[in-house]
């Protein structure tokens, strides 16, 4: 799974270099088996964001992308979306991708994370709960945002991250982007009509082989 998840972030146009940073020897080695240059990290980060930190104090780059692996699917024109939500302009800290929501369940869904910005496209908050909340049901069907965990940093939010204070809004929603927030850093959020299918269960797994089955014999028949 590793091994699709980095040659589809290879495709991005504007990565130039892609890594995977992990822990765990047993990854380090097949990473390295089919060609991927490795860093290995502490085992203590609590989140990917700290084991990117680390990442950045030894690696120099101007922006870095975090991306899951755990996502074999992901497109390469959602990287370069997040990539361009942030350069260019030295005022944003980060840059990650909302998709809009049509399935009703999801809103209510506290795995499906939402997100809510501002007129510029910044985030204002992200929440487990349906944000936005429509009280008195004259504004019409409110438009909900599932949040796309994809990150785009600058290296300078990345290497202060780790000491940053960690706010009640991040500890109540056990959610790491909201730590930027809570500490004042500008993240901005660009559309996209990539869907992510990470894969955290057995049943998530037999999903994505389906997906991949169905891609092989439409390019053989």
């Not at 030894?58 to 870095?64: C, K, N, R």
């Not at 840059?95 to 007129?119: M, Q, S, W």
């Not at 909340?133 to 949040?147: C, I, L, N």
């Not at 500890?171 to 930027?180: G, H, I, K, M, Y």
Request: charged share 30%; hydrophobic share 40%; with cysteine.
């Amino acid at each position: 799974m590793i091994e699709h998840v980095w040659e589809r972030a290879s495709k991005s146009r504007y990565l130039t270099d892609v890594l995977i940073a992990t822990d765990d020897d047993t990854i380090a080695a097949a990473a390295r088996k089919f060609g991927a240059r490795v860093r290995m990290t502490r085992p203590d980060h609590p989140t990917g964001t700290d084991r990117l930190s680390e990442v950045a104090s030894a690696e120099d780059a101007t922006l870095y992308v975090n991306i899951q692996g755990d996502e074999p699917l992901i497109d390469p024109e959602a990287i370069d979306a997040a990539i361009l939500a942030v350069h260019g302009d030295d005022d944003i800290d980060m840059g990650t991708l909302r998709k809009r929501i049509y399935d009703p369940t999801d809103v209510l869904n506290p795995n499906v994370v939402k997100v809510v910005t501002n007129l510029a496209g910044d985030a204002i908050y992200f929440s487990r709960c349906s944000i936005p909340y429509e009280r008195d049901g004259k504004s019409g069907a409110p438009v909900y945002f599932k949040h796309i965990g994809l990150y785009v940093y600058r290296r300078e939010l990345l290497l202060r991250y780790p000491d940053l204070t960690v706010g009640p809004l991040e500890l109540a929603e056990r959610l790491e982007q909201l730590r930027a927030l809570e500490n004042g850093y500008r993240i901005r959020v660009m559309d996209t009509e990539y869907e992510s299918l990470g894969v955290d269960t057995p049943e998530d797994l037999v999903r994505v082989n389906q997906l991949f089955s169905a891609v092989s014999n439409i390019g053989t028949s």
